[in-house]
């Protein structure tokens, strides 16, 4: 059979193995953490220079689409038909503007080749002229406009010329009738060409503002054609070192982004292979200590144990009725604040007690809710570094928080009296000579036709009456008694003093010594208390 020393022996080697192996474990990963940390903070500076480098890379790509993509994007299939349309009407027009420069040096004397030399030049510079014009600036607005006055300064040209073609007939006319009469038609050909001639001079002006407004147009069109191509190479070569910019930038960010994650990785591989190396080199020693180990364990059982001493019994009530639900100022339910009390005091009993923890429900006596059990070791063991008293102290204290943890405090009414009557019955059947009991709760009794939560004093002769009348008095004499967390939540304070007044005299008649009944939390300090106190002690 299995002694109590032997499991905690037991327990306390596997406790002592589980943190043996965890916490290398645990401060490699949190100097992976520090270490990611830091990468990150150093790449920081490097992943927003970057960052803000994709995003101009972003605004040049849109401004080379923007000045380029009329040429590189939709310049027209049929380029090389359009511009030879155009360099045929640029020839004409420059011919004809050649051909009426020609006869106006003509008319004045000049010599053939001269005055052809200087027509020629004069439609060359207006059309030169005009695409400069057109080149700097570069409005298709302005561009609309001036193809709207080439248009418009035909137009009134022709209209003008027809008015010339007008009066050439109705001159003929004149001459025809006079080559019946014989008469002289000298001065009507002088009186036609004194009419005509102004209006000769403005059809010939409108003729060549017409005629050098399209050629300049026509010439500013055909150099956006035939630079269309070279525009195309140029925006490629651009878009393409533009693209590999950003790829090359966006590769960076993405590195210095998953470095601090690349490198603990890396540095958890290496602690894992080292973890690994050193576990396969220390098994033998382990395999010789367990060999060892089970060596000496016969020699140690076969020692004549030394007689434990009596310790005390420790009993706790944990209040879970809905009243201690509320939260307080400080951020902490009542009922929080009666498991961490009573988990206290767990970690302050002296040695060689055992505890046990009842939750207190509206059926308290009926159905009694035992949360825990347990011993508490009366000797820190055979390990000089490692108490087992303490050790098992706080294994109940967690068992204690984590199992409260998942009994919620909902019970409708609270019971008690009941458990009262409960807790003396167990006590009685303990062989520890010390015996304390410890409450946290409200204490307002609600149930088995007691309330004393509702009225707003108590009446405690009353109140008692109906307690011996029910048989709820409970025995628990030489009991040391602690009441703690009595909240006074949407009570008075002479309701809360009727409260204390009906407890003293319900221990009083239950044979129990009241050692405290408090509204706070602190829970009672048992660490100088010796192992068999007597019944008057503290």
């Given at each position: 059979m299995v002694s109590d020393h032997d499991k905690s022996l037991e327990s306390l080697l596997y406790d002592?193995?589980?943190?043996?192996?965890?916490?290398?474990?645990?401060?490699?990963?949190?100097?992976?953490?520090?270490?990611?940390?830091?990468?990150?903070?150093?790449?920081?500076?490097?992943?927003?220079?970057?960052?803000?480098?994709?995003?101009?890379?972003?605004?040049?790509?849109?401004?080379?689409?923007t000045l380029f993509g009329q040429h590189a994007v939709t310049s027209p299939q049929d380029s090389p038909v359009r511009a030879a349309v155009y360099v045929f009407f640029i020839a004409f027009l420059t011919a004809l503007g050649t051909v009426l420069a020609h006869m106006t040096f003509s008319a004045f004397g000049a010599r053939t080749a001269a005055s052809w030399l200087a027509g020629c030049s004069l439609a060359i510079l207006g059309m030169v002229a005009g695409l400069l014009f057109l080149?700097?600036?570069?409005?298709?607005?302005?561009?609309?406009?001036?193809?709207?006055?080439?248009?418009?300064?035909?137009?009134?040209?022709?209209?003008?010329?027809?008015?010339?073609?007008?009066?050439?007939?109705?001159?003929?006319?004149?001459?025809?009738?006079?080559?019946?009469?014989?008469?002289?038609?000298?001065?009507?050909?002088?009186?036609?060409?004194r009419s005509a001639g102004p209006l000769f001079e403005v059809s010939s002006l409108l003729f060549s503002v017409s005629a050098e407004l399209c050629t300049a147009l026509l010439f500013h069109a055909l150099w956006r054609l035939k630079l269309s191509k070279t525009d195309k190479d140029r925006a490629a070569v651009l878009r393409a070192q533009n693209i590999n910019d950003s790829i090359e930038?966006?590769?960076?960010?993405?590195?210095?982004?998953?470095?601090?994650?690349?490198?603990?990785?890396?540095?958890?591989?290496?602690?894992?292979?080292?973890?690994?190396?050193?576990?396969?080199?220390?098994?033998?020693?382990?395999?010789?200590?367990?060999?060892?180990?089970?060596?000496?364990?016969?020699?140690?059982?076969?020692?004549?144990?030394?007689?434990?001493?009596?310790?005390?019994?420790?009993?706790?009530?944990?209040?879970?009725?809905?009243?201690?639900?509320?939260?307080?100022?400080?951020?902490?339910?009542?009922?929080?604040?009666?498991?961490?009390?009573?988990?206290?005091?767990?970690?302050?009993?002296?040695?060689?007690?055992?505890?046990?923890?009842?939750?207190?429900?509206?059926?308290?006596?009926?159905?009694?809710?035992?949360?825990?059990?347990?011993?508490?070791?009366?000797?820190?063991?055979?390990?000089?570094?490692?108490?087992?008293?303490?050790?098992?102290?706080?294994?109940?204290?967690?068992?204690?928080?984590?199992?409260?943890?998942?009994?919620?405090?909902?019970?409708?009414?609270?019971?008690?009296?009941?458990?009262?009557?409960?807790?003396?019955?167990?006590?009685?059947?303990?062989?520890?000579?010390?015996?304390?009991?410890?409450?946290?709760?409200?204490?307002?009794?609600?149930?088995?036709?007691?309330?004393?939560?509702?009225?707003?004093?108590?009446?405690?002769g009353q109140a008692l009456q109906a307690a011996e009348k029910q048989r709820l008095v409970a025995d628990l004499k030489g009991v040391d008694v602690y009441i703690f967390g009595v909240h006074a939540a949407g009570k008075t304070v002479l309701y809360w003093h009727s409260l204390q007044t009906f407890w003293a005299e319900y221990f009083r008649r239950c044979g129990a010594n009241l050692r405290e009944f408090s509204m706070g939390y602190e829970p009672p300090r048992f660490a100088g208390m010796p192992a068999h106190a007597g019944v008057g002690e503290k």
């Open positions: 002592l193995g589980q943190h043996a192996a965890l916490k290398p474990i645990q401060a490699a990963q949190q100097v992976c953490a520090y270490e990611a940390k830091r990468i990150q903070a150093h790449n920081a500076p490097g992943i927003l220079e970057h960052t803000l480098r994709l995003q101009e890379l972003g605004s040049e790509r849109a401004a080379i689409d080149q700097s600036y570069d409005n298709p607005r302005l561009i609309g406009r001036l193809a709207l006055s080439a248009f418009v300064t035909g137009l009134i040209g022709q209209i003008v010329f027809g008015l010339i073609r007008g009066h050439i007939f109705l001159f003929q006319l004149g001459v025809a009738v006079a080559a019946t009469t014989a008469a002289d038609t000298t001065r009507d050909a002088v009186e036609f060409y930038h966006a590769k960076t960010v993405a590195e210095l982004e998953n470095e601090p994650v690349v490198r603990a990785a890396e540095f958890m591989l290496e602690f894992e292979k080292g973890f690994h190396a050193a576990v396969r080199d220390t098994s033998r020693s382990v395999a010789l200590f367990s060999a060892l180990l089970l060596a000496l364990l016969p020699r140690c059982h076969a020692q004549p144990a030394a007689a434990e001493p009596v310790g005390a019994a420790f009993f706790e009530g944990l209040d879970l009725s809905g009243s201690m639900a509320p939260v307080g100022f400080g951020g902490t339910s009542q009922y929080a604040a009666c498991v961490n009390a009573l988990a206290g005091a767990i970690e302050n009993l002296p040695p060689g007690g055992r505890v046990t923890v009842v939750g207190i429900t509206n059926e308290s006596f009926a159905k009694p809710g035992v949360l825990l059990s347990a011993a508490i070791p009366a000797d820190k063991g055979r390990l000089e570094f490692l108490d087992q008293i303490e050790i098992a102290k706080r294994r109940i204290s967690s068992q204690l928080r984590q199992r409260a943890a998942r009994a919620r405090p909902d019970a409708p009414r609270s019971d008690i009296l009941g458990f009262f009557v409960y807790a003396g019955a167990l006590l009685r059947e303990q062989p520890q000579s010390r015996k304390v009991l410890m409450v946290c709760s409200d204490m307002r009794q609600n149930a088995n036709a007691i309330n004393l939560e509702r009225p707003q004093t108590i009446d405690a």
